[in-house]
Each structure stands twice: as structure tokens, then as C-alpha cells.
């Protein structure tokens, strides 16, 4: 059964992206002239996981990803439409005016990605990872996690866990800027935990729906003890799933 995201307005709000059943995601493009051509484009959700980066400034070929900057462990809300192609993607402080990070990507019609700028003291990467949700399954009726470590230490891996029901999800020692692929799990209460030789030990149980694919957000600085910038888990709602009934 195929499924594709469907065409998202341009918003900072907190709205959820919904995954629904389509075809025509490079409708969702206009050229310039209006003429009512399609045009190829792609989605991006962008992140900013960097402690020290108030006001990250996203630039695609020099084009500003959104309208106002992202603040420390803010993200864009929804898929952004952005055209295809090799771009230049680029993170920039916006106070200051100075480019952190610039890196090339190729980016493909019809597929979603997600750019995680992570980083500290003047060291950041653009991590992007290709979110393939055409191969998780809406029918099952179970809940998709994934993880990005942005836990800020090059040296050190994290054991990061998830356990639902009981039972082991993941258990992976992820070294820094680790994007993990989707893991099914079922829905209700999951308990996510981070640990590492560096004194990290955090966890936080959430509730996950069912047919909902979510992001689970590994961040801050080891040893700081301040709420802005102490290691924390949080998530988010990529998108929430549903089979395409021309193919079922």
C-alpha cells in the first residue's frame, strides 16, 4: 500500500504533518511566473539541536527555509516544500549574521527528509536523514519511533533504550549525530533512556498512538545542570499514517 506525505502549508505553528494517501506531491510547487506548472519538490523538516544557537537561520541555496529563526530545540512543524536537486543547505546565526554550518545535499521528488543542525562552541553539523515512510505500514496498527543522538560529545558513545510493554525496542550504543531508523512499537506508554560514561543517565516515559511516527530528540550538554541546555529527551509527531485505499 503506498503512502506519501501530502503537500503542508508553510507554518512555524506546532502542527502535526499528517501522512495521507496522494500522488501528486509535485503540484505542490509553483513557478515564479504563475503559470500553474508542476514543479518537482520535496519535503524538509528542520530542527535546530544546537545548546548554544538561539536564533538558527536555515538557507537552502541561499533562500530562507522559514520565516522567522529557530530557537534552541525548536523545528519547523511540519514538512516545508522545498524544491529538488543539489542544494546548498545552510545554518546560520541569526543575531550575529555568521554562517556555522554549510553543507550539499541532493534532494529527490517526492521524498521527505529531516535536517538536524547539532553542534556546540563553534563545532556544528547538518546531520539529514531520508524519512522512508513509504516502507512502514499503517495496517499493523502500531505506533514508529526513531531517535537522533544530539547529546553533545564527539568521544563518547550513548546507550540509548526503549522498552515498551516491558519488552526491549532498541538498545543501541549510539555515537553522536546517530540518526536510528523507524522501530515499530506498540501503542500506549514507551520508556526511552540515554546513559554514558560522561555521567549521562536521563530517561522519561511518553505515550505513543497508534499509526503516529515520531522523533525522539537526545539533547544538551553533559554535565550541565541549567534547564536550557542539560541533557533532555523530548519528541515530536512526524506525521501520522494511513493506507492508501486504491491500493488496499
Known amino acids: 500500500m503506498n503512502k506519501i506525505l501530502s503537500c503542508f502549508r ?4 506546532p502542527v502535526v504533518a499528517v501522512v495521507v ?11 515564479n511566473d504563475g503559470d500553474n506548472s508542476q514543479i518537482p519538490a520535496a519535503g524538509l523538516m ?4 544546537a545548546p548554544d544557537q538561539q536564533s538558527l537561520v536555515i538557507r537552502l541555496s541561499g533562500n530562507s527555509l522559514t520565516n522567522s529563526p529557530l530557537a534552541y ?15 546548498s543547505v545552510g545554518a546560520f546565526d541569526y543575531l550575529a549574521s555568521n554562517p556555522l554550518v554549510t553543507t550539499n545535499h541532493s534532494f529527490e521528488q517526492g521524498k521527505y527528509y529531516s535536517l538536524f543542525v547539532v553542534g556546540l562552541d563553534g563545532k556544528y553539523k547538518n546531520v539529514i536523514s531520508t524519512d522512508n515512510f513509504d516502507s ?19 568521544v563518547n558513545t550513548a546507550n540509548v533504550t526503549i522498552t515498551s510493554g516491558g519488552a526491549s525496542v532498541v538498545n543501541d550504543n549510539a555515537v553522536y549525530a546517530t540518526v536510528s531508523e523507524f522501530k515499530e512499537v506498540a501503542p500506549g506508554e514507551i520508556t526511552v533512556a540515554v546513559k554514558s560514561n560522561n555521567g549521562v543517565d536521563v530517561n522519561r516515559t511518553i505515550s505513543v498512538e497508534a499509526k ?12 550541565q545542570t541549567d534547564e536550557k541546555s542539560k541533557v ?3 519528541f515530536v509527531t512526524n506525521g501520522t499514517l494511513t493506507d492508501d485505499p486504491a491500493k488496499s
Open 212 to 223: 503516529k511516527v515520531y522523533t525522539i530528540l537526545l539533547s544538551g550538554v553533559p554535565g
Open 46 to 49: 528542520a530542527f535546530n539541536l
Open 21 to 31: 494517501a496522494g500522488v501528486l506531491f509535485s503540484a505542490c510547487l509553483k513557478d
Open 136 to 154: 512502514l505500514s499503517a495496517s499493523s496498527g502500531k505506533a514508529f519511533v526513531r531517535y537522533i543522538n544530539a547529546v553533545t560529545d564527539s
Open 10 to 13: 508553510k507554518s512555524l505553528l
Open 232 to 234: 533532555q529527551i523530548k
Open 73 to 87: 530545540q525548536s523545528f519547523t512543524g511540519v514538512y516545508q516544500n522545498i524544491y529538488t536537486g543539489n542544494r
